[in-house]
């Protein structure tokens, strides 16, 4: 019989914290899966390490050739035998019961293709928590933004993936996942779990820190893709100035702040026209950034708090609740005050 699940797990070099990450796997609380490890060419000992594990549900497959992680995954969904497909980083901590606890959620709704959860991060001067959004039309929206979910949490289920030939294409490296996700989430209905996982390991050699410049231009050129959905052609200052203002890096002035709240209106505008997005999610999802954004511009003054209150982006955030809404609003004002 062939197993519930297939964790797959890419490896390249990486013997510092690879035992870790096995024995999160091999722990698990549901034990019903094959624990596919691909080795993508490594060159020091990750190959021994792995192989010192005696646990028949691994099944190792050595590339003699280095694919890097998009190949290798590749190679992974051609080999998974599982009905679930369970990513799985070599340097990140599964949390015991989340084979259980994502299995469990898919088997409870047959519609969803992809499932993710939240994470917190590890290993650096961070312990925060990364939260996404957690149902599909929020999560189809936010792509507008940024990945909407945290790669090594996801669990796909198979026979959509290979109904729909999903998989990655290594011309967006690294952000592979994200161009993935924007495809898949046309037919693939999805979910993320609200709920810590995994502990996502941040060091030296951390993709999102060795390869930020790489990774922040190939998100770009898919969120280009994703505002010419909506019938946008935007220009190259604009496509850096939505990524700034979605990363929250932008050095706010009054200036800004007037064209955060001009941009952020007119997405939601075209999309009335587009219906690319379900147009309450997006609303919802470009209300958080316009929260931040006036948060993040508490230096300019106390009249920040009544620009939010009385801009269509507040207006439109009320739809929340009231409560969560007044909440806000309270929020912004301690930090002004």
Known sequence: MPPLITVLMPVHNGN??????????????LRDFEFLIIDDASTD?????????????????????????????????????GRY????????????????IQAAFMEQHPELGL???????????????LKRPLHHAEIQAFTLLDTPFAHPTMMLRRDMIERDQLRFNGDFFPTEDFELWTRAL?????????QVLLRY???????????????????????????QSLGLAPSPDELRFHRQLAMGRLDM??????????????????????????????????????????????????????????????TRDKQRTQHEWLMRLAALKAKLS
């Not at 497909?85 to 259980?100: F, G, K, N, T, V």
């Not at 050699?205 to 280009?224: C, E, N, P």
């Not at 939601?268 to 950034?289: C, H, K, W």
Request: charged share 20%.
């Open 253 to 314: 002035t009054a200036a800004i702040l007037d064209q955060a709240e001009v941009w952020l209106t007119r997405l939601i505008d075209v999309n009335q026209s587009a219906r690319t997005f379900a147009p309450d999610a997006l609303e919802s999802i470009l209300g958080d950034v316009w929260f931040r954004t006036c948060m993040h511009s508490a230096k300019l003054g106390f009249w920040v708090a009544t620009r939010y209150h009385q801009s269509s982006l507040g």
């Open 201 to 227: 390991r941040i060091h030296g050699k951390s993709l999102t820190v060795a390869d930020w410049s790489t990774m922040d231009d190939q998100a770009v050129r898919i969120i280009q893709t994703q505002l």
């Open 115 to 129: 499932c993710g959860t939240w994470i917190r991060y590890f290993g650096g001067s961070s312990h925060s928590i």
């Open 16 to 29: 510092a914290h690879l035992a870790k990450a096995m024995q999160s796997i091999l722990r698990q609380s």
């Open 45 to 81: 000992d990750s190959v021994s390490i792995i192989e010192d594990f005696k646990d028949s549900r691994i099944r190792l497959i050595q590339s003699p050739a280095r694919l890097k992680l998009s190949g290798a995954l590749n190679l992974g969904l051609d080999h998974a035998q």
């Open 85 to 100: 497909i369970a990513r799985m980083d070599a340097d990140d901590i599964s949390l015991p019961r989340r084979l259980e």
């Open 186 to 194: 046309r037919t693939l209905p999805a979910a993320n779990l609200p």
